[in-house]
């Protein structure tokens, strides 16, 4: 599609539940990148994908979080065991390398909600 | 990630204003970026620059990457209601390890008609 899409809008988890978000980016770009927004609009990045390949995960808390993206399927972002303070907005966002940098395109976010 | 001082922190302004936005680092970004977003959305991208100098418009919109490639700032000219907002600031390291942005904490722009 045109616009990066995010699903689903708002999610409610109790503590220790399972949270699984999903992304599809713009069609052809191949690059997908994981964002976490939290209080005080702090935008924190989590990880990225060229491809179905981890590009760079250096932002991911590796104990319960991870993430794919395969072939003709949405990317996703899985927490296992949620806790309170992953409470936040989780934005995707996908670009198309050009050739000074690569623009980032987001979604609307998904907001999670760890009670 | 890398820390960005975005500043000033809020604004509030009059319909037909002038605004001006800027943001430091202590490292030096390939890539600046300026983002808009409104409440309960994702940011939109309004501006990108690569070159160090570099002044670029869209619209009331004008951003320059700092010669020192430490820095960028962003002008809204004649300001109108709609400008309202949280603008975000983002520097981009072009490595081997990726493309992640390190963003500003925003400046939140008020618009009174």
């Known amino acids: 599609g045109e616009e990066v899409a995010q699903t689903p809008k708002h999610l409610v988890r109790g503590e220790g539940q399972k949270a699984k978000l999903y992304c599809a980016p713009i069609k052809g770009h191949s690059y997908v990148f994981w964002y976490q927004q939290v209080l005080k609009n702090e935008f924190k990045f989590l990880i990225s994908f060229q491809n179905e390949n981890v590009f760079d995960e250096t932002g991911m808390p590796k104990e319960r979080f991870s993430a794919k993206c395969l072939p003709n399927s949405p990317c996703s972002l899985e927490i296992q065991a949620t806790k309170l303070e992953d409470s936040a907005v989780y934005f995707c966002?996908?670009?198309?390398?050009?050739?000074?940098?690569?623009?980032?395109?987001f979604g609307p976010g998904t907001r999670l909600t760890v009670t | 990630g890398q820390q960005l001082n975005q500043s000033p922190q809020s604004m509030f302004i009059q319909e037909g204003e002038d605004v001006s936005m800027n943001c430091t680092s202590s490292s030096i970004f390939n890539t600046w970026l300026w983002y808009k977003q409104d409440p309960g959305e994702g940011p939109v991208l309004l501006i990108a620059?690569?070159?160090?100098?570099e002044l670029t418009s869209n619209g009331r919109l004008t951003a320059q990457f700092g010669i020192t490639r430490k820095d960028s700032f962003l002008n809204i000219s004649a300001s109108i209601p709609s400008d309202v907002g949280i603008y975000f600031c983002a520097g981009q390291l072009k490595s081997n390890s990726g493309y992640a942005l390190n963003f500003g904490k925003g400046t939140s722009l008020l618009v009174t008609p």
């Open positions: 620059l690569y070159k160090a100098g």
């Open positions: 966002a996908s670009s198309l390398l050009g050739t000074g940098g690569l623009e980032q395109y």
